[in-house]
């Protein structure tokens, strides 16, 4: 008897960790961890109006979020010709601003930003469009190897 109440306990707090992990319901709240390169989104149903992004970067450099309106990754305009962004990094210029729902800016190593956006239902694509120069002055676009998520808002 004593051993089956250990175990209820155990289950008991797993289910607890899970429910953390995907806020959802009234809190509407979306956990984003941020690293090299990728973008992993822990979250529940997200629905239309005030939704609170915390934006943890696990990573070793410096990243950033950037959330616009679209249907896909596929469907964001690309950088054709190196100029302020390396070629293949989001072309954010060419991006309507009522697309635009808003970012976190740069997010330090180890820290997280929590910050409110107004997303009314629809389909969004959240990246990090940071350049890393590397040597020979070549840049390392984040949203072209990988740091991209869609989020799905009802
Ligand atoms: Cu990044």
Redesign the pocket.
Known sequence: MRRVLALGVVVGLAALGLSACSSGGKSNGVQVT?QEYSIGVHTGPVHSGQVTLHVTNAGAMT??LVIIRAASASALPRVEEAGERSVGAVNEEAIPDTDKMGETGDVAVGSSVTKTFTLPAGSYVMF?N?DTKIAGGTAFN?FKHG?VATLTVI
Do not use: G, K, Q
């Open positions: 941020l990243h950033e990090c940071i984040h740091m």
